[in-house]
Every structure is written in C-alpha cells, then in structure tokens.
C-alpha cells in the first residue's frame, strides 16, 4: 500500500514566539498539514542541551504546544507530539550514533556557535544533530522543512542514514529529503536586522496590546517632516507591514510614503493596528485552549501514541538489521 509523504519537523520549546518562529516556522508547518502526514513535535530533549531549568523547561513546553494549536495546528490531521514522549528515539539515537563518524560531528557550525556564546560544551550538545537524525529517521520521515540555520543538520542527517544502510542494507532506514525555507522568508525585528531573541529585536505572536503597541512606536526612523516624501527602501514598517496588510493596504502606505503628507507616527499605527487584527482569531483561539487545561494534555498524548506505534515498526526493522534482535 503506497503511504502519503511523511512530513516532519520539530520545534525547541526556547521561550516566547516571535512573530519571526510565526512567518517562518509555524505558519509553513500549518500550511503543510494538507499536503501529507505531518508529524510536529516539541523538541524537549532538544532543549536540555541548552536549559538547565525543570519548571523553564515545563512551561515552555506547555506554551509552545498551546501557540502552535493556537496557531492552527490540527490535531486532527496533524499528529502533534512531544519529543520525550517517545523514548525509542534515544536508542535510535544510540545505534546511529554508532556510524557517525565523530569528524562528522566536529564540522558542525551550530555547535560551534553554541559553544561560542557560552553553552556548554557538553557531549549532549555535541551529539544534538545525531538525537535529531533520530527524530526524522525514526518516522520514515520523507520531508522535513526547517530554516536555513538547520540545513547542515540535515545534510549530517542523510550522511548517518547512508552509512546505516551501507552497513547494514538499503532501506533500514529512509533517506529524507530537506525542505529548506528561503531566505526571502526572513523576517525583520524592530532594528531592521533578522529578528531573533538572540539580538533582543523580537516581536511577540501573543503579546498585550499596549506593551505591543508602544513597542512598534519605538521603530527606528529618519527626520523626514511630515509633509515630505519618506524613502521605502529599507523601511522597517513597511517590512513589517506587509507580513500583515493586504496588498491593497500595503499599496497605499507605500503611496503615502512616495507621496508625502503623513507622519512616520501615522504609519506606525496603521501597522500596530494591522498587526493587533492580524492575530485576532488565534488570540481567541488561543484564550479558548488556555481556559481548557485539559485539552493540551489529551492532544499531546494521543499524538504521542500515534508516533511510538510508528516508531516501533521502524525501530523493530532496525533493531532487526543490526542484530539486536
Ligand atoms: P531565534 O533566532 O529567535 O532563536 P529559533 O532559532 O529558535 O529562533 O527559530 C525557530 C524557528 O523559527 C526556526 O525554524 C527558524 O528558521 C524560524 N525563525 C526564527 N527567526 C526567524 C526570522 N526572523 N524569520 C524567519 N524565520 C525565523
Ligand atoms: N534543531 C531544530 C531547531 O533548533 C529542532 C529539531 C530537533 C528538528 N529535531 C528536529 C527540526 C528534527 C527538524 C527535524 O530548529
């Protein structure tokens, strides 16, 4: 029987979502849930490489599940799951990291990186992008979408995944593809460099409506007056602006800004009120799952038993391949 596209990705639980994880992680992962069998899951384990905070750790976890529902998410065709949920990852994990050679490993930029600014430098963190060759493998998974910054991480994925089947015979495990997002899709934080919570320039998803507000207000600008024409090249609103506008909308404020005649206060507002109506229905959605503890919680574990039924088929045929069984 010919199974549909297994789409998988994962997202660490590292605090509040900027509007940055929305456009580029969140939104592309609700879109795909049409075009096969995604499976979404909060990287937890993930996490631990970088967090040493138990009740951090718990509540991010929570809230990231409650965002992303809120977001669109749906459990009904989505399976939404947590990544500790599934303990056969870690002797996936185990057994990959039994062909990967540690040079591998070591070429490793976010590793690196990590160390750089002051993680750690643990065995966890060295061997992250093996734990993450075992969440894809783990499913079969055919895609897998993520951000440019995961990209070598994918590529350590496929070289693991050939040495398995090298060694042990074609179709232990499955090659995955990546699906990685293009740069265009970077969104801007109020600086007008890429936002991120590393560079503290980050908009919240779910944030209070004056706190959001005066934020936006605080957008760099030039001294153009008021009555002269404004340059849109390089404009943070209008960047920003158009995330939320329709193109009519976003047509006009760049009329406006090419004509002259309105204030940068002005465009700061139509694009605080465009974003504050942008969010309305996942707000409310939002507020509906809170107010339902439950919920999360079931979601959660019927996804998770949905993934160890698969991850059990594919960690038997493998567990079979090697000889552990
Ligand atoms: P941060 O840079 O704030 O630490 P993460 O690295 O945790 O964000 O990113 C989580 C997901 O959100 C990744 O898939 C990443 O590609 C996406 N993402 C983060 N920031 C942006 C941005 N400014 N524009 C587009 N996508 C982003
Ligand atoms: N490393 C990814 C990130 O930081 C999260 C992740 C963990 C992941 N396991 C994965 C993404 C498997 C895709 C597939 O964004």
Redesign the pocket.
């Known amino acids: 029987m010919l199974r549909r596209m297994r789409i998988?990705?994962?997202?660490?639980p590292s605090g509040k979502l900027h509007i940055g994880n929305y456009f580029g992680?969140m939104e592309p992962a609700v879109r795909l849930q049409d075009e096969g069998e995604a499976f979404y899951?909060i990287?937890d384990y993930?996490a631990m490489t970088s967090m040493r905070d138990p009740v951090g750790l718990r509540e991010n976890v929570r809230e990231l599940a409650i965002d992303f529902l809120a977001c669109g998410l749906d459990p009904a065709r989505a399976v939404f799951f947590r990544?500790s949920a599934v303990p056969e990852v870690n002797e996936l994990a185990w057994i990959l990291s039994t062909v990967c050679p540690v040079s591998l490993l070591e070429k490793c930029h976010?590793y690196k990186d990590k160390v750089a600014k002051g993680i750690a430098a643990t065995h966890g963190l060295f061997a992250?992008p093996v734990?993450?060759a075992a969440?894809?493998l783990l499913y079969d998974?055919n895609q897998?979408?993520?951000?440019k910054?995961?990209k070598q991480?994918?590529e350590v994925t496929r070289d693991i995944a050939v040495k398995l089947n090298e060694a042990f015979g074609e179709g232990t495990v499955v090659l995955p593809d990546p699906i990685i997002r293009d740069d265009t899709a970077v969104v801007i934080g109020l600086d007008g460099q890429k936002m991120s919570k590393s560079y503290h320039n980050t908009l919240p998803i779910f944030g209070e409506e004056k706190p959001l507000k005066k934020l936006l207000m605080k957008i760099p600008t030039d001294s153009t007056p008021v009555e002269a024409p404004k340059p849109t090249a390089g404009s943070t609103i209008l960047a920003l602006y158009k995330l939320f506008a329709s193109p009519a909308d976003y047509a006009l404020m760049v009329a406006d800004h090419e004509r002259g005649g309105v204030g940068y206060g002005d465009f700061k507002k139509r694009l605080a009120d465009a974003y504050w109506d942008f969010f309305a229905a996942m707000r409310a959605r939002r507020a509906e799952i809170t107010a339902d503890p439950g919920y999360v919680d079931a979601v959660l574990t019927q996804g998770a038993a949905r993934a160890r039924e698969e991850a059990a088929k594919v960690l038997a045929r493998v567990r079979r391949a090697v000889g552990l069984t």
């Open positions: 998988l990705t994962g997202l660490q992680a899951f990287a993930h990544q976010s992250y734990l993450m969440d894809i998974s897998v979408p993520v951000g910054d995961q991480h994918l």
